[in-house]
């Protein structure tokens, strides 16, 4: 995710080190960007000057302390565990210029939490991205307890010059997106369970009735129903009944059915393609 992020920012005039423990993964990223930037240089969405101008900006370091000295904004996208991030941070602010923003890319950890081990907690908050960045137009800025207006302001001008939307949530479980899709997929698997239709049937309506480009189904199959299990189930603790799974669900993670990577989800795939007339009906549950 770091990859799409600091692709993101070097290609909007930003000068940009992409920190990692991992030089392997370092050297990934910089052939992941060059990559970017040669499609787009392809597909006429870039110019060549303006490609190698991105690149040029963009540093590597495997240090946390040397990368970020001096920085005006710093964006952690490490492994989502609380320790780690809370380690980076922290080494983060005592090197950036002491108004920089400190920012996480966290999906799901809480932002207070990350900010209450910083010195100055006012200015960090959540600027969660979608994948893959170079597509995806939604940031979601996530205000922290102690996250100030003017660190939001900040936060919403690094969204708009990277010609995003920026949305602003309070902290809360699953933040707008995460909450809303996993509200709709379980639904759907509600329906599909009560035999109210058949799944073709319910990803048609959303898709056709509401101009969803995908249908609730056919996503939860692309994310894995292992991965909305887990979110349902936090999402359950943390708001209550509304999100208790659905019985189908669990019985599909069991079953090892977990969509798209397993070949096998509401829907069968081979070589990656859905095969029309696969998916569940209520009849066989
Ligand atoms: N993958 C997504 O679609 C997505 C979407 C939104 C938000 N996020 C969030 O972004 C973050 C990263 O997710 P990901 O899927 O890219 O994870 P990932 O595991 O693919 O990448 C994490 C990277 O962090 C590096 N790292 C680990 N510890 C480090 C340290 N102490 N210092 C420097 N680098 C370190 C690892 O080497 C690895 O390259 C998570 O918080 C996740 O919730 C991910």
């Given at each position: 995710m770091g990859v799409g992020i600091a692709h993101a920012f070097a290609s909007s005039g930003h000068s940009v080190c992409l920190i990692d423990v991992s030089g392997e993964q370092l050297a990934k990223a910089q052939t992941t960007i060059a990559g970017i930037l040669a499609d787009g240089v392809r597909l006429g969405k870039v110019a060549q000057p303006a490609a190698d101008a991105a690149l040029a900006r963009l540093t590597t370091s495997e240090s946390v302390t040397a990368g970020a000295a001096g920085a005006d904004l710093l964006v952690e996208t490490v492994s989502e565990n609380l320790a780690i991030k809370i380690d980076v941070v922290k080494k983060a602010e005592a090197v950036m210029a002491p108004t920089g923003l400190l920012a996480t890319n966290t999906s799901a950890l809480s932002v207070t939490e990350i900010a209450a081990?910083?010195?100055?907690?006012?200015?960090v908050i959540g600027m969660h991205f979608f994948n893959p960045v170079q597509k995806m137009k939604l940031v979601e800025l996530v205000r922290g307890l102690a996250t100030t207006d003017e660190a939001v302001a900040i936060g919403r001008d690094y969204v708009a010059q990277l010609g995003k939307t920026a949305i602003v949530v309070n902290e809360?479980?699953?933040?707008t997106t995460s909450r809303m899709s996993a509200m709709a997929g379980n639904e759907a698997m509600w329906m599909l369970q009560e035999g109210a239709a058949t799944a073709e049937d319910i990803d048609t309506a959303l898709r056709l009735g509401f101009n969803h480009p995908m249908g609730p189904l056919e996503l939860g199959d692309l994310t894995g129903w292992d991965t909305r299990l887990s979110v349902l189930h936090y999402l359950h603790a943390t708001l209550g009944d509304k999100f208790r799974p659905c019985p189908l669900i669990i019985k599909m993670v069991k079953a090892g059915r977990h969509g798209r990577k397993t070949g096998w989800g509401v829907y069968k795939y081979e070589n990656g393609v859905k095969v029309p007339g696969s998916g569940l009906k209520g009849t066989n549950l």
């Open positions: 081990a910083c010195v100055d907690p006012t200015r809360t479980p699953g933040l």
